[in-house]
Structures are given as C-alpha cells and as structure tokens.
C-alpha cells in the first residue's frame, strides 16, 4: 500500500528552525519526484519546494528561497524539508506529495498541484511572533 507520512511538525519560535520528514512507502522511491506544499487555514494549498529524483535538482517558491531546503535520502525512502528563519506567515499544513510519471504528453509544472498524483496527512507547523 503506499504511503506518505509526514511528521517534525510543532510549535516554534519566529526566527526557529524545524525539519519535516515524510517517509513513503509501497513504491520504488527513487524513481520520482517529491515536492511539499503548504495550506494556511481558509487558503489554498500553495508549493514550497519540489525535487527530482536526483538530490541536486530542486526548486522553491519564492516565498522560502534561502530559508528551505529540500533534500532526499533513497535509502532511506524519506524526504525532508528544512525550515530556518521561520516567520509566523509559514503556519501552515504541510504536505508532501509523489509527483506523477506523464507516459505521454507534457509534465505539469512542479509547482502545480495537478503535477501529484499521492499526497501525505500533513504535519502542522506553527509560527509564534
């Protein structure tokens, strides 16, 4: 069965740092690319960072460059997102997501909800000012 779970949410300081884990299971792990998105209370879910199969390709939003990092370790079947420099604005729920393989066609963008096909539970991360 596969599986995203999520987990290193929590309460932090502005100015905190946290790491996010998702831990997959129930596919071959290094054969996709992985991203988090992030969902505000009464918003919609917005992109945060995505990372191809490789762990030397990665993209941002704007909103987290210089403060994310995404990374993956095929190991061991997790992909993490470090967050430093956290402002209250990033209180959110984060999710990850297993990007899907398009056999024919064009990729969706890495930053569009359409271009997953698997999403986790989500993890809540919560900003104090």
């Known amino acids: 069965q596969l599986q995203l779970v999520e987990s290193g949410g929590g309460l932090v300081q502005a100015g905190g740092s946290l790491r996010l884990s998702c831990a997959a299971s129930?596919?071959?792990?290094?054969?996709?690319?992985l991203g988090w998105f992030l969902q505000a209370p009464g918003m919609y879910r917005e992109f945060v960072a995505a990372i191809k199969r490789s762990s030397g390709n990665a993209d941002y939003a704007d909103s987290v460059k210089g403060r994310f990092t995404i990374d993956r370790d095929n190991a061991k079947n997790t992909v993490y997102l470090q967050m430093n420099s956290l402002k209250p604005e990033d209180t959110a729920v984060y999710y990850c997501a297993r990007q899907r393989v398009v056999i024919f066609g064009r990729q969706p963008p890495a930053d569009r909800e359409i271009a997953y096909d698997y999403w986790g539970q989500g993890t809540q991360v919560t900003v104090s000012s």
């Open positions: 129930g596919f071959t792990f290094s054969s996709y690319a």
